[in-house]
């Protein structure tokens, strides 16, 4: 893998640290006029997210880390482990419950979304930024409102809970924001 | 690439800057100090060890020499100070290479003066007048003096003059900057370097002119040691906002400890495989006829237009910076 020297980090550069693949959010250049200067560095932890600051003295270096973003289809839960295909290839991925995170709330059978991985080995999994659902379960709307104002829980088939307008019904597809697990509309079919 | 032939900052920038050189030449023209010009392209360079040099080859009539294009006018200038020139001060660009951040460009621009016959004290009363004249539109808060340890022990509780290891690596490790234990091992310089610049110096001068000085002798680059506590050089650092602006000088005159500080660097660069440089003889040669007492300020003046103009990039004041350049 390759190396990278600190004024090669920038944004989005995967670099091996403390033995975690990571990615480099921000660096900056801090010298004092007359002294040593440092790269003062936020870098994310892949597998566990976490933000930290580093200091490394200018013209350190870190080796490259091998992760990739690779679009899959989400095929199956066996109970242990989703699985996910790669389209072109049909080469297969499965992830246990700890790597898939939050993204189980929003997996759906034959969707796609984005496997993050190290070393050929799924790290993370990001769901499409708005994904399709149906309600299963929700209380009646009031009848007359239309103006989305308020809003009561709805509970969607992957078994996420999102806030609704009134008007919206049980059983409709709806689109949600993932991002943010916001309602964005219903879809009609 | 389409648009890049276009200058990166606005016009406004560019007048901002004439009106500022503008203004540095009125105040230096009515105190009588002389604007003068020294090479950008010499034989010798500075030995600073932590600063990094661009070089060139002179195709001279006789045998190619290398050149170095200069970190700083400092020793130029001191040679014309020595010759007799009188209170001298300049304007130039000045070359680090390796350098290039938020704060740092490669090239950028310098103002440095010398004044005879000046201490530290009243150097920086001339500072302070300097800086109300280039800020007389918008007025900063009234400038602050605090000596290196006070400030120092006030934002983290450590002795900077007394190197203890173990409370180093204690504070190191409670305030998120563990990594410094590694970094900085047992060099007092570096583990003062990495604790500033990360805990000290972001607090200094809140729309204000903080001038830090007495620094640790371990620091003492070109000044001379305070007589009465040797722990302490005459050195001052200017910070307004967190932003380092300028460092100044009584200036060490004694040409035997000049020698001696340049050697130490040359073992430095020597340990740590840097380029190592011949000293540059024809400054020592100066410092022996004798320099008069004096002191010298060098000031970033790039930065002083970022916080002129609340920028928050030093490309967004320069015409052309490095990537355009």
């Known amino acids: 893998m390759a190396i990278y ?92 419950s700890k790597i898939v995170g939050d993204a189980n709330l929003w997996l759906k059978d034959q969707d796609f979304c984005t496997i993050t991985l190290w070393n ?26 239309t103006s989305g104002g308020g809003g009561k829980p709805a509970k969607l088939e992957t078994g996420a809970v999102v806030r609704v307008p009134l008007f919206v019904q049980q059983d409709e597809v709806i689109k949600v924001d993932t991002r943010t697990a916001e309602y964005i509309s219903r879809v009609k079919d | 690439m389409l648009n890049s032939w276009q200058p990166a900052c606005s016009s406004t920038q560019l007048h901002q ?6 203004q540095i030449r009125a ?17 010798g360079s500075g ?41 001298i001060y300049q304007l130039c660009k000045a070359f680090r290479n390796n350098e290039s951040g938020r704060f740092h460009n490669p090239e950028f621009t310098l103002l440095e003066w010398y004044r005879v016959g000046f201490n530290l004290t009243m150097l920086m009363d001339e500072v302070d007048e300097l800086f109300a004249h ?18 120092f022990y006030h934002y983290t509780q450590l002795d900077p003059l007394h190197f203890c290891y173990a409370s180093y690596c204690d504070y190191a490790s409670s305030h998120k900057i563990a990594e410094a ?19 000290v110096q972001p607090h200094l001068g809140s729309h204000a002119l903080c001038m830090v000085y007495d620094y640790p002798a371990c620091q003492a680059a ?46 430095y660069r020597q340990t740590y495989n840097l380029p190592t440089l011949a000293l540059d003889e024809r400054f020592l040669a100066a410092l022996t006829a004798g320099l008069p007492d004096c002191s010298g300020m060098a000031i970033g003046l790039d930065r002083v237009l970022m916080v002129l103009t609340n920028m928050h990039c030093i490309d967004d004041v320069l015409a052309f910076p490095v990537s355009r350049a």
Not at chain 1, 59 to 85: C, I, K, P, T, W
Not at chain 1, 131 to 145: A, K, M, N
Not at chain 2, 17 to 22: D, E, I, K, V
Not at chain 2, 232 to 255: D, K, P, W
Request: one cysteine or more.
């Open chain 1, 120 to 145: 050929d080995t799924p790290l993370a999994v990001t769901p499409a930024n708005f994904v399709e659902l149906q309600i299963i379960e929700t209380d009646p709307g009031i009848r007359g409102d």
């Open chain 1, 5 to 96: 020297s600190t004024n090669e980090f920038k944004a989005g550069l995967k670099v091996m640290l403390d033995n975690d693949p990571c990615a480099i959010i921000d660096n900056e250049f801090v010298k004092p006029g007359k002294g040593q200067a440092f790269n003062r560095v936020k870098i994310r932890n892949l597998k566990t997210g976490r933000v930290i600051e580093r200091t490394f003295k200018s013209g350190e270096s870190l080796e490259g880390a091998d992760v990739v973003d690779v679009e899959m289809q989400y095929l199956y839960n066996d109970g242990e482990f989703r699985h996910f295909m790669v389209q072109d290839t049909f080469e297969q991925y499965q992830a246990d």
């Open chain 2, 181 to 199: 234990i590694s970094l900085c091992q047992h060099s007092h310089s570096l583990w003062l370097d990495f604790i500033f610049s990360h805990k």
């Open chain 2, 222 to 267: 070109l000044a001379r040691l305070n007589p009465a506590e040797p722990r302490c050089a005459e050195r001052v650092e200017l910070f307004i906002n967190g932003i380092e602006l300028g460092n100044g000088y009584f200036e060490l005159t004694q040409a035997n400890e000049q020698r001696q500080r340049f050697e130490q660097d040359r073992q």
């Open chain 2, 27 to 43: 105040f230096f023209a009515e105190r009588q100090v002389l604007e003068v010009e020294t090479p950008l392209l010499g034989h």
């Open chain 2, 17 to 22: 800057r004439a009106q500022l050189f503008q």
């Open chain 2, 134 to 151: 280039m800020f007389h539109l918008q007025p900063l808060n009234p400038s602050q003096r605090l000596r290196y340890q006070d400030v």
């Open chain 2, 47 to 87: 030995t600073d060890p932590h600063l990094d040099f661009f070089t060139t080859t002179y195709n001279a009539p006789s045998t190619p020499a290398t050149l170095y294009l200069q970190t700083s006018p400092e020793f130029a200038m001191k040679r014309l100070v020595a010759a007799g020139s009188g209170d």
